[in-house]
């Protein structure tokens, strides 16, 4: 909960009109993400924490509830995928 | 329609509905220190006169964009040769473009590579033709390569940049799999591709001198992947991508994951292509010197000649893979059938399927050394337009 996610050196991640998403670019690739993976990713920043993050995304989204646990899973395997780091 | 950007004047037709081009591949020269008797440029780049100017790229680059491009190579030739790379990284990275610097390592500098970081540049691949001096030199035609690229590689993650190194596999370097591994390793770079080699351009003309036999690629690809393991277990960030031969393969690839779908290559002297190699194709490619990128991208017959699967004869037309894989590459049913709307000759529903066999066994008894390759140079390039 404490942890901080960044996005790694060389990924970027950007809203692209043409495809109407968020995209995490990276050497030679790119993911277009769905609507909640881009809700997410947009509150990664380097500064806030795991538990702040959920917070945000909890007062944005109120009608869908607790999001701890989607929201916890997720960002593990954005760092599975070592999209991110969590320090 | 999904059409993007519909406020355009004159919005040219999209009769197939295509997508943006969500890469562009900016081939900035055809010009390079070294001689790969793989490399896929046209037999005969020496025969291009007028590359680019700097202000038609920054169009390109503008207009790619403005379609949806996120995604932007710098290729070539060997692109540092151009003088305005500095200002081209500098405008991409300014229109949003992932940049991505695709060289051999020769004309780079340790100030070259911040200067590059500076502009924006997002990432740097390095090629490389071996794991030792000897062969690495002898492949690429010159006998400082190797020392340059392993400084440039230090100086690449030095700087912070992720770093992919690329390989090209073929019959003389393919028992070297392990030592390429552990010099990647060695050389902490994120990505690896270990790209056996692809049969056109230059490579088409040395596919008998370049074609691994398949007990040499099955043992390669063992090597990989017991490798892959090991990285795994010591939880390496290192990732292998070993792109295997269709050659022995009995469909097609889904050639650039089909034709005009998201792939815009801009070649040196300005010619709008839908892959690299298309060139060689007998079709008439417009350029952007001439056209919109937009109205070539949508509206030109080039671009549009393969799209959607009309134009395909049998045994693609009544196939029920069609749309997995668009009936393989129009380059190698090409160059290896003489017609581009044939079957890729990969497939084994081909009635051309016997010229993969016969370059199978081929390889199987390949004995010739380095020596009987034709180098990429602009002396042999010359032969190839004059006869």
Known sequence: ????????????????????????LYPEGMVKLNGSAGAILNEVDGQRSVGD?????????????????????????????????LS | MTYPNPSTENTPANPHDAGPPLWLLAELTYRCPLQCPYCSNPLDFAQTERELTTEEWVSVLRQGRKMGAAQLGFSG?????????????????????????ITSGLGLTETKVDAFAEAGL??????????????NNAVAGSRKAFDQKLAM????????????????????????MNDIM??????????????????????????????????????????VNEYRKRLQDSGSAMKLIFVTPDYYEERPKACMNGWGNLFLTVAPDGTALPCHSARLLPI??????????????????????????????????????????????????????????NADPVCSK??????????????DHATAGLTGLVYRNADNSRLFFRS
């Open chain 2, 77 to 101: 030739g060997e692109p540092l040769v151009r003088q305005d790379l500095p200002e081209l990284i500098a405008e991409a990275r300014n229109l949003g473009y992932y940049t991505n610097l």
């Open chain 2, 153 to 176: 590689a230090r100086a690449v993650k030095e700087a912070g940049y992720p770093m992919v190194l690329n390989f090209v596999i073929h019959r003389h370097n393919i028992h070297q």
């Open chain 2, 284 to 341: 008439d490619f417009p350029n952007v010197r001439d056209m919109e990128l937009q109205r070539i991208w949508y509206d030109s017959p080039g671009f549009n000649h393969y799209r959607g699967d009309s134009w395909m004869p049998e045994p693609c037309r009544s196939c029920d893979e069609k749309e997995k894989d668009f009936g393989g590459c129009r380059c190698q049913a090409y160059l290896l059938t003489g017609n581009a709307d």
């Open chain 1, 53 to 85: 993050i959920i917070a945000s995304l909890e007062q944005q989204f109120p009608e869908a509830g607790s999001l701890g646990k989607d929201v916890g899973d997720f960002l593990q395997d954005a760092q599975h995928h070592h999209w991110i780091e």
């Open chain 2, 182 to 223: 552990t010099l990647c390793e060695r050389l902490e770079a994120d990505y690896v591709e270990l790209a056996t080699c692809q049969y056109y351009g230059w490579a088409f003309e040395n596919r008998e001198g370049l074609m691994p036999s398949k007990a040499q690629l099955v043992q390669a690809e063992h090597e």
């Open chain 1, 1 to 24: 909960m404490h942890q901080v996610p960044r996005f790694r050196r060389g990924f970027r991640f950007q809203w692209e009109p043409a495809q109407e998403s968020y995209v995490l």
């Open chain 2, 350 to 363: 081909s009635e051309y399927h016997d010229r993969i066999l016969a370059a199978r066994r081929a390889a």
């Open chain 2, 122 to 135: 997002d990432h740097i691949q390095v090629s490389f033709q071996a794991s030792d001096p000897e062969l």
